[in-house]
């Protein structure tokens, strides 16, 4: 047994901890690949806080992990903003222990006197954010692990405008919670005077707002009979989604009984990920029963949602995340185009695996688009950049991640499902269906078919061939893909970009980032990267062709998916 890890172990078993947990890590001192799993290294900061599995240890979510992670919080906040009230959000998705950890959150910073307004019950991330904003905090907390499988929980840090944290903050308070050498120096005793609960009447404020973004009121009036099924996974979203759908004045909302129901074991799926088909399964087939035109699913946290749409064929077709993004985007440029509210300092905000086809539109549109590294929280940077100078229209990522307007600083699938919607009410004017729209944007702009290959690699050893699966990339990256050559080379981590024909380099303005992108003479885009929240390696694949003829579409799309299928090949992916 690595020395290190037990003694990192017995820490454990002092008095300090309660006795639940010092009874735990005796028992996995029988265990020794649990041990190492559970306390090889700290819970960190990725994408803006923590996220693992639930359980004893260093490298679990737990009272402790949880608790010194506020404890360096609220440290660093009294660092910033010295001789001030200091205030925080906090709300909790419906995962198993979420409403304990919110409650210890709320605990270490009432402790700290630090004024918390605490949700009575599960929210949306969304809202979080939103609030943080509204009650004008210095920061904010959320307990979800998104759309991880059920034993994975997570703890998402906002800063004063509501995103998650950023550099240097996130790197900020991991030195601070990395100074907390004992759990002694984290103050549990809650101030009670210092928490408000808080509820209904913030859902009433941030459903307001995110009505009046409404570009087509007129044509949810004419058409809100159309029949959409929405479930929420089990998540926060039963809680407002349904609300704004009929807020906004559609009619005929189908739920699916079983899972509104909020369970953080999610027992009607294998996974609440709407990126996932077998997520819909329920929802598709409710749609298949009530005839529905759309199908819409949130993940626990309401910050992304999956559709499915009717296709030429009338069956339900589901929609990437790309694709939807492309939906919403167009559907945003092409109204304010039409109504002359594109003033020339509009911008909309892709994350670098995005699909490019946000990139072609904004030029046609005369928008200016802003490439971030993936992880909403860059979006969001860029909204605080520029805000009072630019106008923010959109902005949205492959992972079904969007967000329309600014009230909010974080994706958010409650706006999302109510535009979705509009839009198809908005395409229904002309009979249409979201499917048609779609072959309508590939006509005029371009096929960008894109694919998503996740390859999982758990525990200590997976996150170490993962790193050596980067390097070799680095140390030999393809000359080309699918016989056209890779003309230019990216690479976030090094911050340079290299064309490949040249050998000339030059510098890239993001922030640092294990990342890489091969493009090549064709078009094609291979992007890899390993997952901030998740032990997995993804490829993403973005491949382009002309659609001439909409008749034409699948045989365009089989095509490209033989290409795709070549390319796996090539990089020695298909049988992993």
């Not at 200590?460 to 000359?479: A, C, F, H, Q, V």
Request: aromatic share 10%; charged share 25%; net charge negative.
């Amino acid at each position: 047994m690595d020395s290190l890890i037990k003694k990192r172990a017995e820490l454990w078993l002092s008095p300090d901890f309660d006795e639940e947990t010092r009874v735990r890590v005796r028992e996995m001192f029988d265990n020794e690949r649990e041990l190492t799993e559970s306390f090889y290294k700290d819970l960190e900061f990725g994408t803006g806080g923590l996220r693992g599995i639930m359980g004893v240890g260093t490298n679990r979510m737990n009272k402790y992990t949880v608790g010194m992670a506020t404890q360096g919080l609220a440290n660093y906040l009294k660092r910033q903003f010295p001789a001030k009230q200091l205030s925080a959000a906090v709300a909790c998705d419906c995962r198993n222990n979420s409403p304990f950890f919110a409650e210890v959150v709320a605990n270490v910073f009432s402790a700290n006197g630090i004024k918390v307004y605490l949700f009575s019950s599960l929210r949306p991330t969304p809202e979080l954010s939103f609030a943080v904003r509204h009650f004008k905090c210095n920061t904010g907390v959320m307990i979800t692990a998104s759309h991880n499988p059920k034993e994975y929980n997570g703890y998402k840090a906002y800063w004063d405008d509501g995103a998650q944290v950023t550099s240097p903050h996130d790197l900020n308070i991991m030195e601070e919670v990395n100074r907390i050498k004992s759990v002694k120096e984290v103050n549990f005793e809650a101030n009670q005077e210092l928490i408000v609960s808080i509820g209904e009447e913030v859902d009433k404020i941030y459903l307001e707002k995110l009505k009046s973004l409404s570009i087509s009121p007129e044509a949810i009036k004419k058409h809100s009979d159309i029949r959409i099924v929405y479930t929420p996974l089990h998540g926060t979203g039963v809680k407002l989604v349904p609300e704004f759908l009929s807020n906004l004045g559609f009619k005929n909302i189908i739920h699916v009984p079983e899972q509104d129901v909020n369970d953080g074991n999610f027992p009607t799926v294998v996974s609440p990920n709407p990126e996932e088909s077998s997520a819909l399964t329920l929802a598709l087939k409710k749609a298949g029963d009530e005839n529905a035109d759309l199908v819409m699913a949130t993940d626990p946290d309401a910050d992304r949602v999956g559709i499915a749409v009717r296709n030429s064929r009338n069956e339900l077709q589901l929609l990437n995340g790309n694709q939807t993004a492309s939906i919403l985007t167009y559907y945003c440029l092409e109204n304010l185009s039409r109504q002359n509210k594109l003033k020339g300092n509009e911008y909309i905000v892709r994350t670098v695996v995005t699909t490019h086809l946000l990139t072609v539109m904004a030029k046609y549109y005369g928008v200016e688009i802003f490439d971030v590294l993936t992880g909403f929280k860059y979006i969001a940077e860029v909204i605080r950049e520029n805000e009072g100078k630019k106008t923010f229209i959109c902005g949205g990522e492959e992972s079904y991640g969007f967000l329309i307007g600014d009230f909010v600083r974080d994706k958010d699938a409650v706006i999302s499902c109510g535009m979705i919607a509009e839009v198809a009410a908005w395409a229904k004017q002309d009979n249409k269906s979201l499917y048609d729209l779609l072959l309508d944007i590939y006509s005029r702009f371009g096929v960008h078919e894109e694919k998503l290959l996740s390859i999982t690699r758990k525990g200590k050893e997976g996150l170490e061939e993962i790193r050596e699966m980067m390097k070799n990339y680095r140390n030999s990256p393809p000359k080309e893909i699918a016989g056209s050559k890779v003309v230019t080379v990216v690479d976030y981590f090094t911050q340079q970009q290299i064309d490949t024909l040249t050998g000339i380099s030059t510098p890239v303005n993001q922030h640092k980032s294990d990342v890489l992108q091969f493009f090549t003479q064709d078009g094609t885009v291979v992007s890899v990267r390993p997952s901030g929240t998740e032990p997995k390696i993804k490829y993403y694949f973005e491949l382009l062709s002309d659609l001439k003829d909409k008749a034409d579409y699948e045989t365009v799309l089989s095509r490209l998916n033989d290409k795709y299928l070549t390319i796996l090949d090539e990089l020695g992916l298909r049988t992993k």
